[in-house]
């Protein structure tokens, strides 16, 4: 352990027992043990990890709040964790310049908060915002159902605080949307995991908080009719800030098992709409909206006051944690499909046989396909099982990941399903920013 004796700026942890926890993410993987858990507390202690890692010959992991589902924050071997949970900084709010400045470890909810104090909105979202930490959120490029209408994390990011292999932290972006003075290398690092450099901090760009939100739950008699309805809504010139899915076997799974509310959910299957632009709750746009759904509008609920919305939006949220309770040893994958091929997809899901249970984000295509016996499974037959998903999405003009990223889990499909050139310039990329492979390693590539 001497290459982290006097390491300034920085609690170090190496007792096995306390290194235990750092071995698991929300994935169904496990890491091996790490060399040590470093927590910086300033560019110091980064400075010098760099410098010791490149002449002790050992590779540098990031880890948020752990919240992550593909193994990206997972140990390898001769490794040490790098845990940004208590670096330093506060959340700064400008409303002149509709934009906000975090570091690293502040939780995502008390950023999405300290934008809503002041009447304004950071929309990532995804399913873990009360838990998860915003460093993971950049690392990963987060999403969730607002991606619907707002797009992923990259899509709020103005600037980015980074260490790269000089030891160094740099600025990368301004606080203003238009900074075109040479390529965006900051929009590189975001959704990297980490392997080309750690996020410590970021400017995100903020939006007025919307005023209406109109939240409809909408069961439907065949689950089949919900596979059209999100092209026929965006044609009609309706976009909803989320849209989201339960097929009948995840439904099945809630009333049978899950809370009081989710087993009084209605339905063969069951999709979540909301919309969030200004007049959505008026007459004649809820009057349109009904005539477009036609008889899929039979049985239709809408949220009448805060409470009811956010019961709505409660049973999705409480979803994954609960699947994963009944069904520790699943695996959820998080495969992309344009909203024109939803129907075809869930066709060739029935044609593979695959037992797989599915909810999600229906609205932007990105689909949570559960596979719940895959703890029982052969491993060589999940193997198949798994890319045999991968490639239907990717033959449908999809992606192996919407929002979970590739880390660990998916490292293997990545590579053999991906065009090599594409390997090529990222690994190209990696020995650029990274040659002695000191920054999360053996990740993605």
């Known amino acids: 352990m001497d290459a982290f004796k006097g390491l300034p700026e920085a609690k170090v942890i190496w007792d096995p027992s306390e290194l235990e926890p750092f071995r698991v993410d929300e994935s169904h993987l496990r890491g091996v043990q790490p060399l040590a858990v470093v927590k910086p507390h300033g ?5 010098e990890l760099v410098h010791r890692a490149k002449t002790e010959g ?29 670096w330093p900084g506060d959340i700064q709010v400008s409303p002149q310049d509709l934009c906000l400045r975090a570091p690293a470890s502040a939780p995502l909810r008390e950023v999405k908060g300290s934008a809503e104090a002041l009447g304004l909105f950071y929309p990532p979202d995804p399913n873990s915002w009360e ?6 959120t950049l690392a990963t490029n987060a999403g969730g159902p607002n991606a619907c209408k707002y797009g992923m994390t990259r899509h709020w990011v103005l600037a980015l605080d980074a260490l790269l292999e000089d030891g160094e932290i740099h600025t990368f972006g301004i606080s203003s949307v238009k900074a075109n003075a040479g390529p965006a290398l900051g929009q590189l690092l975001i959704g990297s995991e980490g392997i080309f450099g750690f996020i410590v901090g970021a400017t995100l760009r903020l939006t007025p908080m919307p005023r209406e939100f109109a939240t409809l739950l909408l069961p439907v008699k065949r689950w089949e009719d919900l596979l059209d309805l999100p ?10 800030s989320a849209f989201e899915f339960f097929d009948p076997a995840v439904l099945a799974e809630l009333r049978a098992h899950g809370p009081e509310a989710a087993r009084r959910l209605p339905g063969e299957a069951l999709a979540i709409l909301e ?5 959505c709750t008026s007459e004649p746009f809820l009057e349109g909206l009904l005539d477009l759904l036609g008889p899929l ?10 409470r009811q919305r956010q019961g709505i939006w409660a049973v999705r949220r409480l979803t994954s944690a609960f699947l ?7 695996i959820s994958e998080d495969i992309v499909v344009p909203r024109s091929r939803l129907r075809d997809f869930f066709l060739g899901l029935d044609r593979l046989g695959c037992p797989a249970v599915s909810y999600g984000h229906l609205g932007d295509g990105n689909l949570h396909v559960n596979l719940l016996a895959a703890g029982e499974t052969d ?16 033959s449908l003009g999809g992606t192996l990941s919407g929002e979970h990223g590739i880390g660990l889990a998916k490292r293997d499909a990545f590579l053999a399903l991906s065009d090599p050139a594409q390997i090529q310039a990222l690994r190209a990329l990696k020995r650029a920013l990274d040659p002695q492979n000191i920054f999360n390693p053996g990740k993605v590539i």
């Open 275 to 279: 919309f969030d632009e200004r007049g």
């Open 231 to 240: 092209g026929l809504l965006c044609g009609a010139g309706y976009l909803p």
């Open 297 to 306: 509008a039979d049985g239709l609920e809408i949220a009448s006051d805060a």
């Open 43 to 47: 560019p110091r202690a980064l400075r």
């Open 58 to 86: 050992f590779g540098l992991v990031p880890r948020g709040a752990g919240t992550g589902k593909a193994g990206g924050c997972l140990p390898t071997e001769r490794t040490v964790v790098v845990d940004f949970s208590e």
């Open 131 to 136: 838990s998860c930490a915003l460093g993971g």
């Open 379 to 394: 491993p060589v037959v999940l193997e198949h099982q798994l890319m045999d998903l991968f490639r239907l999405a990717i």
């Open 324 to 330: 994963k309770e009944r069904h520790p040893k699943k």
